[in-house]
């Protein structure tokens, strides 16, 4: 029986998807769990797995067609049925339902209106490409919520979109790239032997201009000194000449960010609590678990430590770690912990499922892997989807303090800064010791401020002995 593909409600907020590649053609042998087609959602790119093994008979949407979660993507012959006559069988049918065209701004306007600006060292990451293949990296401590307009809006999924002429050239790690360029850049950038994938374009949707490669060779990339220790990777906006202006479209992940997040602020009732925690003893925890651990090759952070003390301090406060559903509440006996994240053009927030199961060596491990497959874009559907709460960590930054706003239906989110040197009271004396603090950002319709107050003083204590976590 022919095995018809959807387009999947990969994240919690997805409502549309965007057919960015295809990695199977019609005809190719799929296997079950193999990866067949990248598809661009609100806030990433993932890829998108065949859930049966057969061969791929039909391809209902071609790449860049953007259609509404639930439509015909493609069908798959399972069976004994012959591929040609799945193919006809369903390629009589109506076309897949497409999203919604957009009203935008006319690119020409747009391109009138924005001033090419200068990108440090002229390698700004790349942009969201929503007809080729697309960019978001990320860093392990941030912000975090939510998400990014394509510019061709689609009136039928059978039809291809009209895209910016595009060049696959080879990256620095030997990857191909893809690099949207117009023809007349590309002839430039020949040339002149400038390698595109390195230029961040000012032009719609990220396309590279002319002036672009010009500036480029121009200012050509320096090679960063190198520095002692890993420093924060900082977020560099595009720098803007004196006395220019620079108009930025929003991205579909910057639009969803700021619908999400205006949202939550408008209908949940945030209130916030603040404690400062005394890691003296954490810190020094980590230096001698790390000497035992250098063997296996293995390197904690304190961020492993502040997840495991969450997990624990969730599941003595259940009321903290659930969702709140207009009616009622649901509360959680497991912990799924977003790790809300920063990428380029916004934020990410991968889920960490089964924390609480996990130990130290485990969520260094798995947490890891979570944000290098984020950065690359390589998360699958379950890892987007089903946080029971949310971590923001700032500390990297050197950030003292700072609130987050809850990612609904979760019912608080927990914002980590940054741990440092303060003169604090310990008996009649002013010591010096390591502290940090963490504001809990909570739901007040589910969560009341003597449980918030409570769940940062479990939370104080597992960080402050942090052998009581291992029990």
Same mark, same amino acid.
């Given at each position: 029986m022919p095995s018809e593909i959807t387009m999947p409600q990969q994240t919690?907020?997805?409502?549309?998807?965007?057919?960015?590649?295809?990695?199977?053609?019609?005809?190719?042998?799929?296997?079950?769990?193999?990866?067949?087609a990248e598809v661009e959602t609100d806030k990433a790119t993932m890829e998108m797995e065949a859930l049966d093994g057969g061969t791929l008979a039909y391809i209902a949407v071609p790449e860049g067609a953007k259609v509404l979660v639930g439509a015909l993507l493609a069908v798959l012959a399972t069976g004994h049925e012959k591929p040609d006559e799945v193919r006809k069988q369903f390629a009589n049918r109506p076309p897949a339902a497409a999203a919604p065209k957009e009203v935008k701004q006319p690119v020409a306007a747009a391109a009138a209106s924005a001033t090419t600006a200068s990108y440090p060292n002229n390698r700004a990451p790349a942009p969201p490409a929503a007809h080729g293949g697309t960019v978001h990296t990320h860093e392990g401590a941030s912000t975090g919520e939510l998400h990014e307009p394509d510019e061709a809006g689609h009136g039928s999924t059978r039809s291809k979109p009209v895209a910016f002429p595009a060049v696959r050239s080879r990256g620095g790690n030997g990857h191909d790239e893809r690099a949207f360029a117009s023809p007349l850049a590309r002839r430039v950038a020949s040339e002149k032997g400038i390698d595109l994938s390195q230029i961040r374009g000012s032009g719609p949707r990220g396309r590279i201009t002319r002036q672009d490669v010009l500036n480029f060779e121009a200012n050509p990339p320096i090679e960063?000194?190198?520095v002692k220790g890993p420093p924060p990777e900082a977020i560099m906006a595009p720098r803007v000449p004196r006395g220019e202006k620079l108009v930025v479209p929003l991205t579909k992940m910057r639009a969803a960010i700021a619908g999400g997040l205006q949202k939550s602020k408008q209908n949940v009732p945030h209130f916030y609590e603040t404690?400062?925690?005394?890691?003296?003893?954490?810190?020094? =925890? #980590?230096?001698?678990?790390?000497?035992q651990l250098e063997s296996e090759n293995i390197k904690l952070s304190i961020s492993d430590f502040i997840t495991k003390a969450i997990a624990s301090t969730l599941l003595r406060h259940p009321q903290v770690n659930a969702h709140f559903t207009g009616d009622s509440i649901t509360r959680f006996g497991d912990v799924n912990l977003g790790i809300a994240v920063a990428v380029p053009d916004g934020l990410i927030v991968p889920v960490l499922r089964g924390v609480d199961q996990m130990g130290l060596k485990e969520i260094r491990s798995r947490s890891e892997d979570l944000i290098a497959r984020a950065r690359n874009?390589?998360?699958?559907?379950?890892? =987007? #989807?089903?946080?029971t709460f949310t971590v923001s960590n700032l500390g990297t930054f050197g950030v003292r303090e700072f609130s987050a706003i809850i990612n609904p239906p979760e019912v608080g989110i927990l914002a980590v800064a940054a741990a440092e040197k303060r003169a604090v009271v310990r008996g009649d004396q002013i010591v010096s010791r390591m502290m940090m603090s963490v504001t809990l950002s909570a739901d007040h319709r589910a969560v009341d401020g003597a449980v918030a107050a409570d769940f940062l003083r479990t939370l104080r204590q597992l960080l402050e002995e942090p052998a009581m976590m291992m029990v």
């Open positions: 919690d907020t997805m409502t549309e998807g965007t057919v960015v590649k295809w990695l199977k053609k019609e005809g190719d042998r799929v296997k079950s769990g193999e990866p067949i960063p000194k190198p404690i400062d925690i005394d890691v003296e003893q954490l810190f020094a =925890m #980590r230096v001698r678990v790390n000497k874009q390589k998360l699958k559907q379950d890892e =987007m #989807r089903g946080a």
